[in-house]
């Protein structure tokens, strides 16, 4: 059995249920070389059947880790949601706060939001799999307002606070589904914010020109902290 024909296997398995996790899985057979496709084809079974039910154990088991978070840099991870490539910062700030003060600590989340960015970005054009028909980059979080929310509008960002009033409202959480997500992963007694970016901005020439002036207006701003990159998985 030769690799277009377990893409076309795995094509007929595909619901809008789970289009972007068979996308995924797509890209990833796109990139395995011939050798580690034949071997895999041995273990498995070389008949349509048992790749057939390989195939709907991985979308299966895809389906459960779709809320895994992965590294893509020393503060930032992402996750996949939809079209959209979720970014999340697990890092606890109090401490750099407290010893760098609060304009020079989100000076580096900036500096470091801007470099997750561009990394995402540089991924999806080389056909990384996950990020294979994603078209945004979404944030969603209680600590998107004030000068976070600024600073995510003057990057093309396009971004909306939904109140502890609004979100405690049924009839705008179930119109809003933004609302329903914060909703789901906060509750309803905080202020979240949400802001989302498309691929085609950040394609853009006005953007990279914004981005490289804010970069060096950051650096003025940002802590002499050292931090290791992660690698990304």
């Known amino acids: 059995m030769e690799k277009k024909d377990i893409k076309n296997i795995l094509i007929s398995m595909r619901t809008a249920e789970n289009e972007s996790l068979v996308n995924n899985l797509l890209g990833k057979i796109d990139m395995m070389d011939p050798n580690t496709l034949h071997e895999m084809i041995q273990k498995i079974g070389n008949d349509e059947a048992s790749i057939r039910e390989f ?3 991985k979308l299966s088991n895809s389906h459960e880790q779709s809320d ?3 590294p893509i840099n020393s503060m930032f991870t992402y996750g996949i949601s939809g079209n959209c490539i ?3 910062l ?3 700030l109090h401490q750099m706060m407290a010893e760098y003060g609060i304009s020079a600590t989100i000076a580096n989340v900036n500096l470091q939001l801007i470099d997750a960015i561009y990394k995402i970005k540089r991924l999806k054009d080389d056909g990384f799999y996950r990020f294979n028909g994603k078209d945004s980059i979404y944030m969603i979080s209680p600590v998107l307002i004030g000068r976070e929310m600024k600073f995510l509008n003057e990057i093309g960002f ?3 606070i939904h109140s502890k009033k609004d979100l405690k409202d049924s009839k705008y959480v179930e119109k ?3 609302a329903k997500l914060a909703n789901h992963i906060f509750g309803n007694n905080k202020n979240v914010g949400t802001a989302i970016i498309d691929f085609d901005t950040i394609s853009k020439e006005e ?3 914004v981005i490289k002036e804010k970069t060096a207006e950051l ?3 940002a802590a002499p902290i050292n931090t290791s990159e992660n690698t990304l998985n």
Request: glycine residues 0%.
């Open 219 to 221: 650096k003025h701003k």
């Open 86 to 88: 979720h970014l999340h």
């Open 68 to 70: 895994k978070k992965y």
């Open 158 to 160: 396009r971004t909306r």
């Open 55 to 57: 195939l709907k154990n």
């Open 90 to 92: 697990p890092v606890d």
């Open 176 to 178: 809003t589904p933004e």
């Open 207 to 209: 953007w990279k020109q």
